[in-house]
């Protein structure tokens, strides 16, 4: 029985070049896409003027923070000057980590929002380039993938049509 498996094994090995001739594969850059494609780059201006103001109101405190800091390094302070500020400083701080916090979780909330579309779109894409063209496989996540193989350009280009 063990002979049996041992030379089915080596069968198949043996047929494995004829069928690799014939077989069609693709990869395609996702992080690319989410970057150059049209649709992409929209979405983060969208998100870059949606968030503006936030991001605006994070910059004032890092200001008056660096402000503080520098009153802080001074020597010229009274007792009450300084716990004043001491204790601005730390509260500035609090309210600041946790604005930022927040708007790093809202702003990645609605990046993956506005991108669900753009790789529902592109996936359609790929399938339909997978079919036109009798592609075996498309990858889309790979350590090493030789640039010959790479669709990415293609699906860029009908992306944005």
């Known amino acids: 029985m063990k002979s049996w498996k041992w030379w089915l094994a080596v069968a198949s090995l043996a047929a494995l070049p004829v069928h690799a001739a014939d077989f069609k594969l693709g990869y395609v850059n996702v992080e690319?896409?989410?970057?150059?494609?049209?649709?992409?780059?929209?979405?983060?201006?969208?998100?870059?003027?949606?968030?503006?103001?936030?991001?605006?109101?994070?910059?004032?405190?890092?200001?008056?923070?660096?402000e503080l800091e520098s009153m802080l390094g001074g020597n010229?302070?009274?007792?009450?000057?300084?716990?004043?500020?001491?204790?601005?400083?730390?509260?500035?701080?609090?309210?600041?980590?946790?604005?930022?916090?927040?708007?790093a979780e809202d702003y990645n909330q609605r990046r993956n929002e506005e991108f669900a579309s753009v790789t529902d779109r592109a996936n359609r894409v790929v399938k339909e380039i997978a079919q036109r063209e009798n592609y075996d496989l498309i990858l889309q996540d790979a350590v090493y993938i030789n640039p010959k193989f790479d669709l990415t350009p293609q699906v860029l280009k009908e992306l944005d049509k």
């Open 32 to 66: 690319r896409i989410y970057r150059e494609a049209g649709a992409a780059v929209a979405i983060y201006k969208k998100l870059d003027t949606e968030f503006a103001a936030r991001r605006a109101e994070l910059k004032k405190m890092e200001a008056r923070a660096k």
């Open 76 to 103: 010229s302070l009274s007792q009450d000057d300084r716990k004043r500020y001491e204790r601005e400083y730390a509260s500035l701080d609090r309210d600041y980590r946790a604005k930022s916090r927040e708007l």
